[in-house]
């Protein structure tokens, strides 16, 4: 038995089928890949077969997964009959740092563990507010508010065999100078960090010292790579900066970039990490072929170090 | 040989896959695709586009698909500006805007589907106006499977859900005229009020309001667009040229996801030329009609939208002199 399982964050859009019976007359139609793209069952296989045997959902997969299986708990025996079991749900908080959003927020946290467990999952990792840009610099008091609505939502989620990990993005509200502030702020009972490698090192963290500092409050991680450690407030700060008006990606697979992830799987022995790694392509222009080469990378790279 | 203008046929933007997988897709988002987009336009003989309104947009920072007036106002600062754009790159004009609701139609709470429709609906005709273009095309119902997956007491519920939505359709009306532009409704096949059920739903519409005639969704219902336009000659706000070999015999139209048929997947709508539609044919009806409005053809679920564009092209340089 490894250490480590390996699941893959949802970034796949729609897929409109459940399983295509009549795949070879569908791709005839008009002889392009989409059919390659268009079920589950496929995306499931794939995921399988290159060792990613967990698969992390995402809120707005709900609105396409639940009319097609009619449940939660149909697509986790779908998922699990192909090798692939769901592992959790991203919850993004929207505006907790906001005093008068304190029950909506809570509710909302909750309904979402809630669907974590109807899914068979027991991760939760949760962006703890909006953009910087149209609700930042927040106050202290509005860092505790978000605090206080983490440990709410993060006791219900542990009373329900959920971890809660802050997951942070590189331009939200919750940036560098208030990071480590909402986590020490945080019960870490309840409350524990889901590493984004890519968002965090872009923020300005040093993925490695972080690590090492945070690590026993680390539940899981968003593996990925990136070649832009440490952008300024101009960027981090501005309206919508996490698609590039010029196509300019922030997030390459492991070993594209320029992070020591090599680095983080010694600290990983180090410290003993036990438990799932995601792995994430967001911006990625084809999610099989960076399913691919991150498998190749971690094989041959990355678990000889750590396994 | 049909009379109609080619020049003057718009392309719908639906021609890019924003919802569903396949590779390439990230492109979509960003800024950069849709204004290298615009100017292949002219290169295929489009200088008119129309474009869906999509709220979705607005949530989660994803402000570089051109589709609503926050991204409009993110990126370019205001309509005028971003039809400024459009000008440089050779696309003269919006013709037109749709709205579908689909989004809204997400929990047991239909007083959040009236509501938010409501708002955002209001939002996409302000954005029309804006753009100068000459209809905001809606939709007058979600999916009717997607209504039953969250109330699947429809059926009893339905003289309330169509009370809510003439009020809906007729606040909107009321400001289309004050803001003159056309509101019509999108005849879809998978709506609580396509095919024959839109009769009863228009019946109790001001008369302001107009028809689209959609020729794929009338193919896939089992209705000759033919009969359709000679039924409703003077209440048709637009023409949607639209492809299809896909016909509903087993009531795919009432399932969650009507296009994508699950029993038999299959490309629903088909690239303008290469399904069963009789386009060729259809264009001269409307010229036997006198039919003026606005045509925009649309290549929605392509597989490749470079191919469907010219693709497009091929089938009107066969319908116009």
């Given amino acids: 038995m490894t250490n480590i399982r390996y699941a893959n964050m949802c970034h796949w859009k729609s897929i409109p089928y459940k399983k295509i019976e009549n795949f070879r007359d569908f791709y005839y139609e008009d002889k392009t890949n989409s059919a390659y793209y268009s079920d589950w069952d496929s995306i499931l296989k794939y995921q399988a077969a290159l060792g990613f045997h967990g698969i992390e959902i995402a809120p707005w997969d709900m609105a396409d997964i639940l009319p097609l299986f009619g449940s939660p708990e149909n697509f986790t025996a779908f998922a699990r009959e192909r090798g692939v079991e769901v592992i959790g ?45 149209g609700c930042g610099p927040l106050t202290r008091e509005e860092v505790q508010q978000c605090a206080k609505v983490m440990n709410e939502i993060g006791r219900y989620a542990t009373d329900h065999g959920v971890k809660l990990g802050l997951h942070n993005e590189f331009f939200c509200a919750i940036n560098l100078p ?26 300005g963290e040093d993925l490695l010292k972080f690590y090492d500092d945070y690590h026993e409050r680390i539940s899981t991680f968003h593996l990925k790579d990136t070649a832009s450690a440490g952008q300024p407030d101009s960027v981090r700060y501005a309206q919508d900066p996490e698609i590039t008006d010029d196509g300019t990606r922030w997030f390459w697979e492991p070993g ?50 750590y396994d | 040989m049909s009379r109609m203008n080619a020049q003057s046929v718009a392309i719908s933007l639906d021609l890019i896959n924003r919802h569903y997988q396949e590779p390439n897709r990230n492109r979509f988002e960003s800024k950069y695709f849709w204004e290298e987009l615009y100017k292949l336009f002219p290169a295929a003989g489009f200088r008119s586009i129309e474009i869906p309104y999509e ?35 050779g696309v003269e004009q919006v013709t037109g805007v749709t709205f579908d609701p689909n989004l809204f139609m997400r929990n047991d709470n239909i007083h959040f589907y009236f509501g938010a429709t409501g708002h955002f609906a209001g939002e996409a005709l302000d954005h029309a106006v804006d753009l100068g273009a000459d209809y905001l095309a809606i939709s007058p119902s979600p999916f009717y499977g997607r209504i039953t997956q969250y109330h699947p007491d429809l059926e009893n519920e339905k003289e309330a859900f169509t009370d809510r939505t003439v009020d809906l359709l007729s606040g909107l009306a009321s400001k289309a005229e004050e803001r003159g532009i056309k509101l019509v409704l999108r005849n879809e096949y998978w709506s609580l009020f396509g095919a024959e059920r839109l009769d009863p739903l228009l019946a109790r519409l001001p008369a302001s309001v107009l028809l689209d005639l959609d020729t794929a969704n009338l193919f896939v219902a089992g209705i000759s667009a033919t009969d359709f336009l000679e039924a409703y000659s003077g209440r048709i706000g637009c ?82 002199n």
């Avoid at chain 1, 809630?114 to 840009?133: L, W």
Wanted: a neutral charge; glycine letters at 8%.
């Fill in chain 2, 55 to 89: 709220p979705v947009w607005q949530f989660g920072g994803r402000s570089g698909v051109p589709m609503n007036r926050y991204c409009i106002n993110t990126k370019y600062g205001s309509a005028a500006s971003y039809r400024e754009f459009l000008a440089g790159c």
């Fill in chain 2, 239 to 320: 023409v949607h040229l639209t492809d299809t070999s896909f016909k509903d015999t087993t009531g795919i139209w009432k399932t969650p996801n009507p296009e994508f048929p699950q029993d038999h997947a299959t490309q629903v709508f088909r690239d303008p030329g290469t399904g069963s539609v009789d386009l060729v044919g259809f264009a001269q009806a409307l010229d036997r009609h006198g039919y003026q409005g606005p045509v925009v053809s649309s290549a929605r679920q392509t597989r490749d939208p470079f191919r469907a564009l010219l693709r497009t092209r091929a089938l009107l340089n066969q319908i116009v």
């Fill in chain 1, 178 to 203: 208030n990071h480590r502030e909402l986590i020490e702020s945080t019960d870490p009972r309840h409350v524990h960090y889901c590493i984004d490698t890519a968002q965090i090192s872009i923020m």
């Fill in chain 1, 89 to 133: 749900m991203f919850h993004g908080a929207h505006a907790s740092h906001a005093a008068d959003h304190f029950d909506e927020a809570v509710k909302s946290g909750r309904e979402a563990v809630d669907t974590i467990v109807r899914f068979g999952g027991t991760y939760m990792n949760t962006c703890p507010t909006q953009n910087h840009f």
């Fill in chain 1, 256 to 305: 594209l970039g320029t992070l020591d992830l090599k680095g983080l799987y010694h600290l990983l022995k180090k410290h003993g990490f036990k438990g799932w790694m995601g792995i994430e392509y967001d911006g990625s222009p084809d999610l099989l072929a960076s399913m691919a080469l991150t498998r190749y990378y971690l094989d041959n790279e990355l678990r000889p170090i």
